[in-house]
């Protein structure tokens, strides 16, 4: 093997694994951003409930305290609940994790880009080449990692949307839920249910 086939399948295998992390990270950042999203609008009904108890008239307060507990107990619960799901909010962070996990697809989707432009081009540059490897390095130490329990979901996510894609080109009209179905029923159980190019 060459030099510059040694260099493009380089090329080659750096733009897969940055395609893949891209798919990773972008479902981690919609996942946290879904978690982050739920606890917010969690807090928030919480407090506005508390304060609707609070300066509701005494028959109103009857009717939204919803176990029949004493308004004393009542207000505490919701008061500790708030409380409890903030303490949450602050120690998990998701807000966080998920820009994290966005700034990591960015640079992953830009050194994929790159990649794939030095691929499409006549000659490969050794000089262009590395710098964009070099950027693709930095992405993980400017991001954020993918834990060892996560990789593996992240990576089998990642090869369905390939096949689910790659399966819609030549058959638009699917159901990618049953899609899903038939690759999970053929790789798990061994059961042919694709079509035979596929």
Avoid at 56 to 83: E, Q, R
Avoid at 158 to 172: A, C, E
Wanted: aromatic share 8%; glycine share 6%; with cysteine.
């Amino acid at each position: 093997m060459t030099g510059i086939e040694k260099r493009r399948r380089r090329i080659v295998q750096t733009r897969q694994t940055a395609d893949m992390l891209c798919t990773a990270h972008a479902g981690l950042r919609d996942r946290y951003r879904r978690r982050a999203l739920l606890l917010d609008v969690a807090i928030l009904v919480l407090s506005v409930f508390l304060v609707a108890q609070t300066f509701a008239d005494p028959l109103v307060k009857g009717k939204l305290n919803l176990f029949g507990l004493d308004l004393g107990v009542w207000l505490g619960l919701l008061a500790t609940s708030v409380f409890a799901l903030s303490v949450v909010q602050l120690r998990v962070n998701w807000k966080a994790t998920t820009e994290a996990h966005s700034r990591s697809f960015s640079l992953y989707a830009e050194a994929k880009r790159e990649l794939g432009y030095l691929l499409d081009s006549e000659s490969i540059d050794e000089e262009a080449a590395s710098r964009i490897h070099a950027r693709y390095d930095l992405a993980a130490d400017l991001g954020t990692t993918i834990s060892e329990a996560e990789f593996l979901r992240q990576k089998q996510r990642h090869k369905v949307k390939l096949f689910i894609s790659n399966y819609l080109d030549d058959h638009p009209g699917a159901s990618i839920t049953l899609i899903r179905l038939k690759l999970f029923l053929r790789d798990t159980f061994g059961w042919n249910v694709l079509d035979s190019s596929n």
